[in-house]
């Protein structure tokens, strides 16, 4: 079992910069492949990040290409997503997720993770 706790959330203006955290415990966090996804409302859950357990493969959503980067610190069970010039569109809920295998054909799928966290609101008001 694997639990995950992000943090980092709030709101923010157009062009600013916001970091997200995400927590995990339970499992050797190291053995697994991380990934943020979003949901704004109305909306199905999108596809942001994800890394695999060595950080050596790394895969974004256009959307968030260039401006988002996803990290992760093992020694600190903590994957990070660092968000630059963010849009008003970049608003929406933010979810940590974990699978144990990096799936390469659909690590873009919300199918591709097992565990999930409770999310964390991001708001970027124009």
């Known amino acids: 079992q694997v639990q995950l706790v992000e943090s980092g959330g709030g709101l923010v203006q157009a062009g600013d910069s916001l970091r997200l955290s995400c927590g995990a415990s339970?499992?050797?966090?190291?053995?697994?492949?991380m990934a943020w996804f979003r949901q704004a409302p109305g909306k199905e859950r999108e596809f942001v990040a994800a890394?695999?357990?060595?950080?050596?493969?790394?895969n974004y959503g256009d959307s968030v290409k260039g401006r988002f980067t996803i990290t992760r610190g093992n020694a600190k069970n903590t994957v990070y997503l660092q968000m630059n010039s963010l849009k008003p569109e970049d608003t929406a809920v933010y979810y940590c997720?974990?699978?144990?295998?990096?799936?390469?054909?659909?690590?873009?799928?919300?199918?591709?993770?097992?565990?999930w966290g409770q999310g964390t609101q991001v708001t970027v008001s124009s």
């Open positions: 997720a974990a699978d144990r295998t990096y799936y390469s054909g659909s690590y873009f799928q919300v199918s591709a993770y097992y565990y």
């Open positions: 339970g499992r050797t966090f190291s053995d697994y492949a």
């Open positions: 890394i695999n357990w060595s950080g050596g493969r790394i």
